[in-house]
Antibody, heavy 122, light 110 residues
Framework: QVQLVQSGAEVKKPGASVKISCKASGYIFTSYYMHWVRQAPGQGLEWMGIINSSGGTTSYAQKFQGRVTMTRDTSTSTVHMELSNLRYEDTAVYYC???????????????WGQGTLVTVSS | QSVLTQPPSVSGAPGQRVTISCTGSSSNIGAGYDVHWYQQLPETAPKLLIYANNNRPSGVPDRFSGSKSGTSASLAITGLQAEDEADYYCQSSDSSLSAVFGGGTKLTVL
């Protein structure tokens, strides 16, 4: 069965960076895209960007350009998301989510990780 | 401020029918992009409920249905059950080459 298992909760200080991992199993890793979506406490979902699990090409939401980096390791079927220069408002649950197609081709998110809580606190 | 607009809340009694609207613009839904819907139960990750406007993934009851017209889409839930109480999000793509979400709608089963 398809599983996306994320790394554990993190507490970071403002200005620091955080790197979250998402390990995929149960499907052909390189046949799907991976996205990162975040949800601030009590708020809605916010798309951060997409990575092609095969070629590694990325596309980021304009809001996060310059602060986010998504990478993948095909040998371990793992995707990583690093967010730098953290601010208090980056406190959120971060989800990885899989799609068969790119967002420009009507991609939807058919499986989600369990979420990783990142708390930014001094 | 979400790109897609949803009502913050809807409610209905068990057995009733409710609908949740999702309004976009000419750069997303109106540009022809599909609309997808997700259900998020408390303290859990979102789950794909409807994809490509009106298709249900395996395992999703046929009480859930979707439609799309122009720059808007709707999710309908018939035969409302207590277990349907959750947050619902619509999602589409945008000409800015990004995925966009609605702000979410909290469904309360009275």
């Amino acid at each position: 069965q398809v599983q996306l298992v994320q790394s554990g909760a993190e507490v970071k200080k403002p200005g620091a960076s955080v790197k979250i991992s998402c390990k995929a199993s149960g499907y052909i890793f390189t046949s799907y895209y991976m996205h990162w979506v975040r949800q601030a406490p009590g708020q809605g979902l916010e798309w951060m960007g997409i990575i092609n699990s095969s070629g590694g090409t990325t596309s980021y939401a304009q809001k996060f350009q310059g602060r986010v980096t998504m990478t993948r390791d095909t040998s371990t079927s793992t995707v990583h998301m690093e967010l730098s220069n953290l601010r208090y408002e980056d406190t959120a649950v971060y989800y990885c989510a899989r799609s068969r197609f790119h967002v420009t081709a009507d991609g939807n998110f058919d499986y989600w990780g369990q979420g990783t809580l990142v708390t930014v606190s001094s | 401020q979400s790109v897609l607009t949803q009502p913050p809340s809807v409610s209905g009694a068990p057995g009733q029918r409710v609908t949740i609207s999702c309004t976009g613009s000419s750069s997303n839904i109106g540009a022809g992009y599909d609309v997808h819907w997700y259900q998020q139960l408390p303290e859990t990750a979102p789950k794909l409920l409807i994809y490509a406007n009106n298709n249900r993934p395996s395992g999703v009851p046929d009480r859930f249905s979707g439609s799309k017209s122009g720059t808007s889409a709707s999710l309908a839930i018939t035969g409302l059950q207590a277990e349907d109480e959750a947050d619902y999000y619509c999602q589409s793509s945008d000409s800015s080459l990004s995925a966009v979400f609605g702000g979410g709608t909290k469904l309360t089963v009275l």
